[in-house]
């Protein structure tokens, strides 16, 4: 790993939050990599809905779902919002009772709140 970080003169490593995430970050920790290079943890919420999606496989055609899900955690921590709508926000996990309440009610809520993000970023 000391040898890609090197290679390929990384400053940020992306590790999504997921399973093992805290047993992860401390071993790249452990590898200690030098200051310039930070260790990340970033939110992977729908990165497997994604990287089975037909938008991430037009973008990325000859890569395995299990890497396409990788490049998505990358880019979360370089452009979280520009990923993150890639994905329905229902798949984000929006919360435990989320199938309990009227689906058209709450498609639309998330949509109005994901326009809204996205033009108060633009």
Do not use: C, W
């Not at 395995?64 to 370089?78: C, N």
């Not at 994901?114 to 108060?120: F, H, I, K, L, P």
């Amino acid at each position: 790993m000391r040898a890609l970080v090197q290679q390929y003169d990384l400053k940020a490593i992306a590790i999504g939050n997921g399973t093992a995430s805290r047993e992860t970050e401390q071993f790249v920790r452990s590898l200690q990599l030098g200051p310039e290079v930070l260790v990340v943890m970033v939110n992977e919420s729908g990165a497997s809905i994604y990287s089975a999606s037909e938008v991430a496989r037009n973008e990325f055609p000859d890569l395995d779902l299990t890497v396409r899900g990788a490049v998505s955690i990358g880019r979360r921590l370089m452009d979280p919002l520009a990923e993150l709508v890639k994905i329905d926000a229902k798949s984000i996990g929006v919360g435990q009772y989320q199938h309990d309440v009227d689906q058209n009610a709450l498609k639309a809520a998330l949509d109005d709140t994901v326009m809204s993000a996205v033009n108060g970023v633009a």
